[in-house]
């Protein structure tokens, strides 16, 4: 099965489990920006509860993909970093993860998708996943749409999350799967639980274990029984 999906800004743990369980991943770079997704947000966890970082935009008026999304400033970086090192400082990993996560943030990136495909294949490292990651923007044609980056790259049946699934299948009439991503408590660094954190955040507490976690917590129906009405129940006299 093959995920298209924009990289995100350590990606959630929904994208997280694409990056397990495909076979093969598109980083969809080419595809313009949304303020209305997670492409430069990732929510950590702090001591009082959750945290969002996020990375500053230039903004042109114009919808970019985020391949030439071009980053403002460096100052956000400084402030990341901070943050990180206080919300995760005595994390059970953080000793191996940080200094890693923090020469990502500080690095020189071109554009917002170079970053973002920088954080995902390094979640996808740290998860041990074995799908074959493909970045649109260096693939020779450079698709900008999703039925262009599918032809191009796609391959077998779809894996889609379920906000998508069914306008991605209308889209490229292909077999389509559901992943879906069940938020369930797991140990953090502080007490208590905050859902819909970073993927970062599992690695930080839980390492290479974090890949097992995400399984656990996800399943893959195809499209056709998602949609699927419920089966009328008899009723009994």
């Known amino acids: ?46 001591a009082a ?13 114009k919808r970019q993909p985020l391949a030439s ?16 090192r206080t919300a995760y400082g005595m994390a059970p990993f953080a000793e191996h993860v940080l200094p890693e996560v923090e020469a990502l ?10 970053l973002t495909v920088a ?3 390094w979640t996808h490292r740290w998860l041990g996943a074995t799908s074959q990651l493909v970045v649109a923007s260096e693939t020779p044609e450079a698709p ?10 796609g391959e077998g049946a ?26 369930r408590p797991y140990r953090q660094t502080f007490e208590g639980w905050v859902p819909e954190c970073s993927s970062l955040d599992l690695i930080l507490n839980h390492g290479p ?7 656990e917590r996800t399943t893959i129906r195809p499209l056709a029984l998602e949609a699927a009405p419920e089966p009328t129940r008899p009723e009994h006299g």
């Open 1 to 46: 099965m093959t995920a298209v999906r924009p990289p995100e800004f350590f990606p959630t743990p929904e994208v997280a489990a694409l990056l397990l369980h495909a076979e093969r991943v598109v980083l969809a770079d080419t595809l313009p920006f949304s303020r209305q997704a997670a492409y430069n947000r990732a929510q950590i966890r702090e």
């Open 144 to 153: 900008a749409s999703l039925a262009d980056i599918w032809t191009a790259s």
């Open 209 to 215: 274990d974090a890949a097992r976690l995400v399984r």
């Open 158 to 183: 779809l894996l889609a999350l379920p906000s998508s699934a069914a306008r991605d299948r209308q889209r490229l009439g292909v077999e389509t799967h559901v992943l879906r991503y069940e938020h």
């Open 105 to 114: 943030l500080t690095g020189r990136w071109p554009s917002l998708g170079a």
């Open 119 to 121: 954080t995902t294949r």
């Open 49 to 61: 509860g959750a945290q969002r970082l996020s990375i500053p935009r230039v903004h042109t008026g």
């Open 69 to 84: 999304l071009e980053i403002a400033g460096t100052a956000w970086a400084r402030k990341h970093v901070h943050a990180l």
